[in-house]
């Protein structure tokens, strides 16, 4: 079964510092994985999607890279900003058994940007 | 504006009292799912359906049913709620399974 692991579970940095959120899971066998923000008492919105065959993905100051065979992958945030203060969930995507493909989620790493 | 909308968003039940949170999204999505978050257990998924009419059961499906009778609607089902279904609830959607997936807002459901 497959598990996906957020570390650390929470992060403070000074606005303006670049920085790596961690995500790895057990199970190489993915179709791809996403990236979410999910801002306090709201639901999830997708910030960058990887497919198992692409080593990277950007969209402004965010920057994902997957290592399938290693089991990883890192969300580069440059600059940061007050505004990206959030919380970060990783989410692969692939088999899970009996014919079953299956979204897992990690529990998500809380970051507080500092003014 | 592309959504997936929840409702209600907050409710206050009691144990037993069946309940049906509704979902629609309004971008012909194929694939639609419901989860769960709690806090130290991440996000669980309770029921995914890849098309109309076809229904399959996620990590905890237990106390939960759904209906796909068309595809912009997924409502997800409480038939007589526990305390320990008192959580916070978001449904999703994405055009196929896999794709970028778009999530409501959330529906905190407390169970007295």
């Known amino acids: 079964k497959q598990e996906v692991t957020q570390i650390p579970a929470a992060l403070s940095v000074p606005e303006g510092e670049n920085l790596v959120l961690n995500c790895s899971f057990t199970?190489?066998?993915?179709?791809?994985l996403q990236w979410f923000r999910q801002d306090p008492g709201k639901g999830l919105t997708s910030l960058l999607l990887?497919?198992?065959?692409?080593r990277e993905q950007t969209s402004g100051r965010l920057n994902a890279s997957l290592d399938k065979s290693s089991g990883r992958s890192t969300l580069y945030i440059a600059a940061s900003q007050p505004g990206d203060s959030a919380t970060y969930l990783c989410?692969?995507?692939?088999?899970?058994?009996?014919?079953?493909?299956?979204?897992?989620f990690g529990k998500g790493t809380k970051l507080s940007v500092i003014p | 504006e592309a959504q997936v909308t929840q409702n209600p968003r907050y409710l206050i039940t009691v144990t037993g009292k069946k309940l049906t949170v509704t979902c629609s999204q309004n971008?012909?999505?194929?694939?639609m799912s419901w989860y769960r978050q709690d806090p130290g257990l991440g996000l669980r998924q309770i029921y995914y359906?890849?098309?109309?009419?076809?229904?399959d059961k996620g990590d905890v499906p237990e106390g939960y049913k759904v209906s796909r009778k068309e595809k912009r609607n997924f409502p997800l089902i409480l038939e007589s709620p526990s305390p320990n279904q008192t959580s916070l609830y978001f449904c999703?959607?994405?055009?196929?399974?896999?794709?970028?997936?778009?999530f409501g807002e959330g529906s905190w459901l407390t169970v007295v």
């Open positions: 999703a959607s994405s055009l196929a399974a896999g794709n970028t997936i778009y």
């Open positions: 199970d190489s066998a993915i179709y791809n």
């Open positions: 990887i497919q198992s065959s692409q």
């Open positions: 989410a692969v995507y692939g088999y899970s058994g009996a014919g079953s493909y299956q979204l897992t």
């Open positions: 971008m012909n999505h194929e694939y």
């Open positions: 359906s890849m098309n109309v009419e076809v229904t």
